[in-house]
């Protein structure tokens, strides 16, 4: 019986029994099944981008904490795993096969869910097959081989020769390259190309769509660290820009025209000006690290009648002089 290919390593099952979580409640909480669950957390399952950042919410992890590092005692357990699944699939044959089904495939021009509803398959079924992760029966061969307009014995005959012509090597090469990388985002190991691996792609895609929460309210004023341990959806106007983040307001400070339960973006990278709604930090923004606390406020950009450009806030009324002020560019209500 073959065995699933890892196709994600991840630290999932780690942070769920260091936060104290059964598998049930994760399953639960991600409206997902415990069997679905379970395969994430072995990394025989991918993830679309909604459920990593919903895991991610319900763990309390940021979305690099899910990924393996090459440091991580894990790191060497999975490369052994990978490589073992990898020889137990070639050595049955069902990567050969797989791969020889695939080369047919594209060379028909037929799309995966194309091929999979010609052969009377599901999308998933056809898919394993594809990739070596499951055997075909017999009864399964006579349909799949006449969708490509082939016997069953010319079909295989055919794989036969792609894989002795060496034209299957590079796909089959293709899934080898796991076993050199632990898909540890933006952190190209042995001369792999990451971007190409799912677990980069998956990490980038969702990365775009976060932004981080610089700022939450305290006392009179917000607190701002420009750390990326809390971060959120971004609107779909702000996805994939860089230099956006997010603050809370202190809508006592704002006479209430915001309410407590918002989220507004600033550009780090476009500064405000006279007329805009600005986050005003009393500390410079570019030397600012994850370890230090600055103070902010939401302001009204002004200018004095000697051109000096200021904050305004309410409830008292103040005028405050920061050393940085980002233009806020769109306010969201939760």
Known sequence: MAQEEIIFPNNIRNIRLANGMKMTELARQANLSLSAVSK???????????????????????LSDIFIKESDDVAEQWQSEIKRRLNDNEDSGLKIFGSGLRKIRQQSGKTIAQAAKDAGMTLSVYHKIEVGQREIYQNEIEPLAESFAYTAQTLLDKIASLYKSGELNKQINKVKERVKSVLVPGNPMSGIDHSSLYGAKLYDSARKKLVPVFGMP????????????????????????????????????????????????????????????????????????????????????????????????????????????????MIVME
């Open 218 to 329: 305290s006392g009179k004023s917000i607190a701002f660290k420009k750390s990326d341990k809390t971060m959120i959806v971004a609107p779909m106007p702000l996805e994939g820009h860089k230099g956006i983040y997010a603050v809370m307001p202190n809508s006592k400070r704002l006479g209430g025209f915001i309410p407590e339960k918002a989220y507004l973006f600033a550009d780090s990278e476009t500064p405000a000006s006279v007329g805009d709604l600005a986050v005003c930090i009393d500390a410079d923004f570019n030397t600012l690290d994850s370890n230090d606390t600055a103070n902010a406020q939401i302001v009204s950009v002004r200018q004095d009648s000697k051109g000096k450009v200021y904050g305004q806030i309410s409830s008292p009324e103040e005028k405050i002089i920061g050393k940085t002020m980002h233009k806020i560019v």
């Open 40 to 62: 994430i957390e072995k990394g025989v399952r991918r993830l679309n981008q909604k459920q990593l950042l919903n895991i991610c919410n319900i763990l309390g992890c940021k």
